[in-house]
């Protein structure tokens, strides 16, 4: 090994004294790190036997970042950001010189924080930033407080952490975002993927320029849009799964928006490329952490994923390796799909972090587009086969919410709003119809391919069913507020209020106690929840 750095160095030597080269060094309290993995974007080379690295670079994605190796992290930029890269800013044929400092960690047990989708845009009306540093942070805090006496705790961030739309109304672009995150006392370095909201949508009319240069803000801030890191024994990759295209006419409500903010979900060729050439780096085996914004794959729902070719092409990709973790968001729901024909894959698609953009008025709770509570994931990564746990907001970590249809049907008859929803959109499910009596709703938003819901009353077991309705707390909480008598049909009020985890099953009587258990494909009970009916329903049922 010492023999190839030496010839290595000596080979970089005429090489590094040329023009249109990016040249460094990797250093640990000071001392060169050999082998450490160097890229552009494109190509990928090693540092010698003194740390050094050199290549050459047309500079085409405009920044130059390392693998960290495992057993170190980082130098942080500031309190979230890990400084595994930098900025190239000179033209293509000037030479440019960027060093990396790293520090020894303990990584033999570490933990991994999700947030996704936090949509922050400082909006007045949706007072986004408060209630985030007030609701959520708290909830991060003891997290990381707990997690951090295990081991390190990193971030991650699976995208559209601001949001384009509201960049030039508010003056909340991804650097100011990360700024409030960082002066809000976040408490670990964050690794980011980007998502479709976190482009700049002044930027259009560039053809395949357009992708690139509407990053331009995330890249200043976050790095590479596809980057990988080794910690412990495991290999984390992130990649850039939308392509923004900005097509069309543009938003008018909104300063500076040229485009409709369009953009196809998948990686581009050049990136995938990019991927092979990392994946030589790995020994064969080891377990991998695929971190992106929108989900590959989906058996589930009808939430948008990346095209189907590109699953058969990652499995080719990863032939090498028999587990691939993957994480994303995007959908602002909790779907724990199958992989199809793809096994070696176990994807976790989470809710978002905003409940659902921030969207859910003054009194109300913070839920996504499925009714999911609002929340943050923590992955103990010292599993053997891990398993994100899910943390909400709420502090109510059961995953579940189960309504008593009849006092559903209370509510929907006797609230004025809801009756102006029945008479707008008299084909949703209208729980006040006698029809829907004595039904019992359960929306288990933990639901995974294999497990199984069971409904007993009075100890006899109920017809169970999946549910093609409404589900009811995200009616009153974002659609009903928003309806008075001078209110129009709205195809986009009702978009999409069903669930792909809600079952129903309905019951002999009004008043017995329900039971509701769950249980994983081996059997084994998961949960048990018994409801005492009545039970009553209104913007805070749990």
């Known amino acids: 090994?010492?023999?190839?750095?030496?010839?290595?160095?000596?080979?970089?030597?005429?090489?590094?004294?040329?023009?249109?080269?990016?040249?460094?060094?990797?250093?640990?309290?000071?001392?060169?790190?050999?082998?450490?993995?160097?890229?552009?974007?494109?190509?990928?080379?090693l540092t010698n036997a003194r740390g050094r690295y050199c290549m050459r670079s047309d500079k085409a994605d405009s920044v130059v970042f390392i693998t960290v190796p495992s057993g170190y992290r980082a130098e942080m930029i500031d309190p979230v950001r890990p400084g595994f890269w930098h900025l190239l800013t000179k033209a293509p044929r000037k030479r440019e010189v960027h060093d990396f400092r790293l520090e020894p960690q303990d990584q033999s047990n570490y933990s991994v924080l999700f947030i996704t989708d936090t949509h922050f845009a400082a909006d007045p009306s949706r007072n986004d930033l408060e209630r985030f540093r007030s609701t959520v942070m708290p909830v991060i805090m003891r997290e990381y407080k707990e997690s951090s006496t295990r081991g390190p705790v990193y971030s991650v961030n699976l995208g559209d952490f601001a949001h384009d739309r509201y960049w030039y109304d508010f003056g909340l672009n991804e650097a100011a975002a990360e700024r409030f995150l960082a002066d809000s006392g976040y408490p670990m370095p964050v690794f980011s993927v980007s998502g479709n909201h976190d482009n700049d949508g002044a930027v259009s009319g560039l053809g395949e320029r357009t992708d690139f240069v509407s990053a331009w803000n995330y890249r200043h801030t976050w790095g590479p849009a596809c980057y990988s890191v080794n910690i412990g024994a495991d290999h984390w990759i992130f990649m850039d799964s939308v392509e923004y295209l900005n097509e069309g006419e543009p938003d008018a409500r909104h300063k500076n928006i040229n485009g409709r903010r369009n953009y196809v979900c998948h990686i581009l060729d050049k990136d995938i490329e990019w991927l092979k050439n990392d994946l030589k780096y790995v020994a064969h085996g080891t377990r991998i952490f695929f971190c992106c914004h929108v989900p590959l794959f989906n058996d589930a729902s009808k939430s948008e994923v990346m095209v189907p070719e590109q699953a058969a092409v990652l499995d080719e990709v990863f032939k090498d390796f028999p587990s691939v973790y993957v994480f994303s968001g995007h959908t602002h729901k909790y779907i724990h799909t199958g992989t199809g024909k793809y096994p070696r894959f176990k994807q976790f698609i989470f809710g978002a972090t905003s409940g659902s953009m921030w969207q859910h008025p003054e009194g109300y709770q913070a839920i996504g587009s499925d009714a999911s509570e609002q929340a943050i994931n923590v992955l103990d990564c010292s599993a053997a086969d891990p398993r994100p746990r899910f943390v909400p907001v709420s502090g109510n970590p059961k995953m579940m919410r189960v309504y008593d249809i009849n006092a559903v049907g209370d509510f929907y008859r006797n609230d004025p709003q809801c009756r102006i929803f029945h008479e707008l959109y008299p084909a949703r499910s209208w729980y006040a119809d006698p029809a829907f009596a004595n039904m019992i709703y359960v929306n288990y938003w933990g639901y995974a391919p294999g497990e199984k819901v069971e409904v007993f009353e009075d100890g006899k077991p109920l017809v169970v069913s999946k549910s093609n309705l409404d589900e009811p707390l995200y009616v009153i909480t974002y659609v009903t507020p928003k309806l008075d008598k001078d209110s129009t049909p709205s195809k986009s009020a009702m978009k999409d209020r069903k669930t792909p985890h809600s079952f129903v099953a309905t019951a002999a009587t009004a008043t017995a106690p329900i039971l509701v258990r769950v249980t994983g494909a081996d059997g084994k009970v998961l949960h048990e929840e018994t409801v005492i009916r009545p039970k009553a329903f209104d913007k805070l049922t749990k």
């Open 1 to 45: 090994m010492k023999k190839t750095l030496l010839i290595a160095a000596v080979m970089l030597l005429p090489l590094c004294l040329q023009a249109g080269v990016v040249k460094g060094k990797v250093t640990a309290q000071g001392k060169p790190v050999a082998g450490v993995q160097v890229s552009d974007g494109r190509q990928i080379v």
